[in-house]
């Protein structure tokens, strides 16, 4: 039997984080706190951490569903956990992340992918990745009366067409691709931008087109916000880093350490101890001695 699920009602009195509030800091110049979460517990830790805006990242595929990139995870796998993350928060402002596959079609694909992630998860807003074609989704969606986040630069979902994971914009060309489809992403009516991957110097030249706010990861200390994911700055995994990833905590050897303990606990019968275990009365506990006559374990 687990512990029963526990509220964390600290943070009862903070404002929730709306896209007024966004684009109010970004004009105050106050930095805007985003991070991923994939699931109940780590929502409760991100409320009570008292970070802007949550994402319920693709990169789920990777850090918690198993998978080697973020190509396969489906609406219904983000829908599941864009829920749980939902019943955990209060105040940041939810995105849902469109996976691969659930908007370039057409406009009505998006749209309904859209829909489902605000009906079915209680998502604020979604993200959809890459310029071109996808601003014109993006616009569609924002039409349809969903907040969309566009998200430029290294896009994972099509990393193999752009030459693998690696950083955007290093080429005068890619710089100003990258650029134009920020500016699209703008007049599509997104209400913020991801950027990813981009050389600092890139990042500040486009920062001087950008009126919406931009959250980067990877790209410099000029955006607006940033975004890093929950596993890579938790250390709740052991594989690769990327380069602009700072890892504040090491939970991953907390959670060996434990559990290595743990296993040594239940190997030496130390665990569980008395203050683990129920009791029964004398008396009742005489009356089932009379009732099961005591025989040797076998
Ligand atoms: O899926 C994700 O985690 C992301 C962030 C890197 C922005 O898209």
Redesign the pocket.
Known sequence: MSSPPRREDSQASRPPITLMKLAEKRALGEPIVMV?AYDHPSALAVEAAEVDMV?V????ANNVLGYPD?VPITVEELLMLSAAVRRGLKTPLLVG?LPFGSYEASDAQAIATAHRFVKEAGCDAV?L?GGGAMAERARAIVRAGVPVMG?VGLT?QTATALGGYRAQGRTAARARQVLEEAVALQEAGCFAI?F?AIPSEVTDLIMERMEIPV?G?GAGPSTDGQ?L?LHDLLGIHGGFQPKFVKRYADIRGEMVRGLEAYAEDVRTRRFPGKEHTYGIAPEEMQRLKEQVPHRQRA
């Open positions: 991923t994402l990242g693709d990169s789920a973020t992340d993200k990745e998200h994972p991801v990813e959250i990861i975004v994911v």
